[in-house]
């Protein structure tokens, strides 16, 4: 395949590699099948293609597409026989149960699935509503820095917006009510990696101008199948490069971090710009901004969701997932876009089909949580007290009172919450894969470190720097940019396709063995899940001090061991009223355990998830026009990028 042929088709590929190049990284913790093969024929996908994006490792291209098929669409999921609109309907609560809010622009989703079904409010209105808060509050559009706003959304498709919410309303008056996806007519915001058709496709840069998607990502085609409302692009991280972000204003505070990557995500769900976003997580892109703006987020298992139209960081990490203002709705949201999608994403494969169905209510009664041992590791070392000082001893007052309220509440809801060693990953015996000073010996050129091993293979296969060169090529006011940020492109892909095979079996053993070792740690101590704090401090200002002062120091571990992750506001600090967000995690595809738990949580304590922040008043003067800002400089302890962050722990 030539490099043009590399650069077409915007939806994100490891099609370019041999078929069973990812078969390693699909097997790990892959429960064995008990269902046959879904039936390709009768899901249609796109060819693999690598869509242009990336950090200090890159990425492939949108520009120039050609797509050969759609991206396979979304099927039902779960029980509720031949009518799972039916069975998801029945579990929501009727309008008379849904208390009365201020502003439309403050209903959940789940609430306003009800609200719009019963023709109390339209999809036209909502996303008025929304775009009217996006025109007051935003700033100026296609601005990577301060743009004197909250900079949620970096650009967005006004007119295509009404369109689609005016064709909601119609679907919702002519269909009957349970025939009409549950997502219909809902606002969201896609971040700036996705593919959405018609757009360009920035990853956080202008290095990136002219990238334009042809065909939607998988996960916008599933949303659009729905009825979805697609507003436009939400902020990320130039290059989705880092976990701290500057670009968009927290929520709570714009002179604050809104976490990063998936920076603008996080921010315009909590400040009532969209009902709910997808966020893109490499490690951390998505429970960072999460945690920072207090809303509820689900960062999947590797596999459960297709990649396919994402600007890839570092395929075998990379996931999708919803970030919401309830964990209901974030749940609601990823049933409704996972599942398998073989063509363009073979890591969907490796999930259960079908997948067992995620819950969307609370559990009964007043203990639904009994029976749940939840587990603290004791060994999830925070940036502030270093190895050796267990993670709560490193909280902030109000972190640590938030922490222990929240552990009291557990146990009040039947759990059983109990320290655990965890798996001290600065151990050698314990961790062969991720944070081991292990080199392995490649015949040309310098030992590489097993993730090393595992994904710049990975990257090598989508064609990952050609694709980026081809960018380039076809866009020469934006090669020096991309220059600085990648370096020599040949020499890497050199570098990459230099690993033999051996080397990658012997990183892919390494950490299948990490995530044995992991999950036997849980087992010993019988917990099924553990919870944790991302955050364990204030966050920082965005300029002129520390942006994350506390936080999680191997934030990148769950990517490592493709587990899920689920993170909700538990409170709030009593300085600058910034949020403060657990986490629940736990072994790969055990989502529905981690949401059962979070929604029956926030069932019983309502009121952080719908708290709201108090609009912010921006000087006009203070906003800026596009233009080209300085670039980001992220150190290697706030990077996304694995590779990257290896190099804060040397």
């Known amino acids: 395949m030539s490099d043009r042929q590399a650069v077409v088709g915007h939806f994100r590929s490891t099609h370019l590699c041999r078929p069973e190049s990812f078969a390693m990284a699909d097997a790990i913790d892959t429960p064995p099948s008990t269902t046959s093969e879904p039936d390709a024929g009768s899901r249609s996908g796109v060819r693999r293609r690598t869509f242009l994006g990336g950090s200090a490792a890159v990425a492939g291209a949108t520009a120039a597409t050609l797509v050969i098929a759609d991206p396979a669409a979304a099927t039902g999921h779960g029980p509720g026989g031949s009518d799972p609109i039916r069975h998801l309907l029945d579990s929501l609560p009727s309008v008379g149960q849904i208390p009365r809010r201020s502003r439309i622009v403050d209903y959940e989703i789940a609430e306003l699935v009800v609200l719009l ?130 670009f968009a204003g927290n929520a709570w505070n714009p002179r604050y971090v809104p976490g990063g990557s998936s920076q603008g995500s996080g921010v315009a769900t909590a400040a009532r710009l969209a009902a709910a976003t997808i966020g893109e997580e490499t490690g951390g892109s998505i429970m960072m901004p999460a945690a920072a703006n207090g809303a509820s987020a689900i960062k999947p298992s590797l596999g459960l969701v297709s990649t396919a139209g994402v600007m890839p960081l570092s395929p075998g990490y990379d996931v999708l997932g919803p970030i919401a203002r309830s964990v209901r709705d974030a749940s609601l949201v990823l049933t409704a876009i996972l599942g398998p999608d073989p063509a363009p994403d073979p890591l969907t494969l490796s999930a259960p089909n079908p997948f067992p169905a995620l819950p969307i209510a609370a559990r009964r009664g007043h203990r639904p949580l009994a029976g749940i041992t939840i587990g603290i590791p004791q060994t999830d070392w925070m940036t502030r007290g270093g190895t050796g000082i267990p993670p709560a001893d490193t909280y902030d007052p109000d972190h640590r009172t938030a922490f222990n309220r929240f552990k009291a509440e557990l146990v009040a809801l039947g759990a059983r919450v109990k320290d655990f060693p965890g798996l001290d990953v600065t151990v050698p015996a314990n961790d062969p894969y991720f944070r081991t000073p292990d080199r392995l010996p490649v015949p040309t050129g310098s030992p590489v470190s097993p993730a090393t091993a595992v994904l710049s293979p990975n990257r090598y296969e989508i064609r990952y720097w050609q694709a980026v060169q081809a960018f380039a090529d076809s866009h020469p006011e934006n090669a020096e940019a991309l220059r600085r940020q990648f370096g020599d492109l040949a020499a890497a892909a050199a570098t990459a396709g230099a690993i033999p095979a051996s080397v990658r079996d012997e990183g892919e053993r390494r950490r ?137 722990w040397r």
Not at 142 to 148: C, L, S, V
Not at 592 to 604: C, E, N, T
Not at 605 to 631: I, T
């Open 117 to 246: 079904r019963a023709r109390r409010l339209t999809s036209v209105d909502l996303t008025r509503a929304y775009l009217e808060r996006i025109d007051r509050l935003n700033g100026p559009f296609e601005t990577y820095g301060d743009n004197g706003g909250y900079n949620a959304f970096v650009r967005i498709d006004r007119a295509g917006a009404l369109a689609q919410a005016a064709a909601a309303d119609r679907r919702l008056r002519k269909e009957p009510s349970r025939a009409v996806p549950p997502l219909c007519g809902i606002p969201f915001g896609i971040k700036d990696s996705v593919g959405v058709k018609g757009m360009e496709a920035r990853n956080g840069t202008h290095a990136y101008t002219g990238n334009l998607a042809y065909r939607d990502s998988t996960v916008v085609a599933r949303l659009r199948e729905q009825g979805a409302v697609i507003i436009g692009h939400t902020i990320a991280s130039a290059f989705s490069g880092s976990i701290s972000g500057t």
């Open 512 to 648: 299948r063995t990490l995530q044995a070792n992991y999950q036997k740690a849980l087992d010993d101590a019988g917990v099924d899940f553990m919870l944790v704090l991302p955050i364990g401090g204030q966050i920082g200002p965005r300029f002129g001090g520390t942006q994350l002062p506390n936080y999680r120091t191997f934030y990148q571990l769950p990517n490592a061991l493709t587990w899920p992750m689920v993170s909700f506001p538990i409170g709030y600090d009593s300085g600058e009223g910034l949020p403060v967000n657990a986490a629940f995690w736990g072994p790969r595809f055990s989502e529905p355990a981690l949401v059962q738990a979070a929604i029956d949580y926030q069932d019983r304590y309502p009121k952080y998830h719908r708290a709201a922040p108090a609009d912010p008043v921006f000087d006009p003067a203070a906003q800026r026009s596009p233009g080209l800002a300085p670039d980001e400089v992220v150190p290697p302890e706030l990077s996304n990028d694995p590779l990257v962050a290896e190099e804060a």
